[in-house]
């Protein structure tokens, strides 16, 4: 694939079940919004977006980052009084995108730029996705395809539902990931999850 590529990070989650903010959450050093843009970076990415809630006050920080690593950021704030959530956060970042964008959420640092240039491969001009071993689609990484806005817009499913209609239409293909990998795209939602 040629071309920039641009990265998304979604960050602006209310972090209820982990008890405080996940994308300020410091993990080996840094906060793990900082984890999601040196994943960006390490893959390729030359452009990323931000998605987060302003009360985060990651803008600062994440724009001194970017000038120091020579990445270009645009910053998505989350509309006050916003209860779209997640959903709705990959649309108006997909949108900003206006192309093929790899998608992380800031909750995975242990996602590695191995498994995201498996995606890059595979990806074509069309979605791409991790399958688990239980036969699941992993949203996490994603690359997301412009084509694929017009499916996000379905009201009432929930993204995993939505990216088996994808994949099931042929608007988006699945990789298989490596068992010995699969902890990689774990979610972090509680304490306990946090890796040491």
């Not at 040196?38 to 970017?66: F, M, N, T, Y």
């Not at 690359?143 to 817009?153: D, G, H």
């Not at 042929?170 to 902890?183: H, L, N, R, S």
């Amino acid at each position: 694939m040629s071309g920039v590529r641009t990265g998304l990070v979604l960050a602006g989650g209310r972090s209820v079940r982990m008890g405080r903010d996940k994308a300020l959450l410091p993990w080996q050093g840094a906060p793990l919004w900082q984890w999601q843009a040196r994943l960006l970076r390490d893959a390729g990415v030359k452009r990323w977006l931000l998605s987060c809630r302003h009360e985060q006050q990651i803008d600062a920080p994440a724009a001194e980052w970017s000038a120091r690593n020579g990445m270009d950021l645009e910053v998505i704030h989350d509309p006050a009084g916003s209860t779209g959530g997640m959903l709705e956060a990959l649309r108006r970042g997909l949108r900003a995108a206006g192309g093929q964008t790899l998608v992380v959420s800031v909750d995975m640092p242990r996602v590695t730029a191995g498994l995201v240039s498996l995606l890059w491969e595979k990806a074509g001009e069309g979605g791409c996705f991790f399958s688990t071993a239980e036969g699941g689609v992993e949203p996490f990484p994603g690359l997301y395809a412009p084509a694929m806005l017009e499916w996000l817009a379905v009201e009432g499913k929930s993204l995993k539902a939505i990216l088996a209609t994808c994949l099931a239409a042929g608007a988006a293909t699945a990789v298989p990931v490596p068992v010995e990998v699969e902890d990689f795209l774990a979610n972090w939602n509680r304490p306990g999850d946090v890796a040491g």
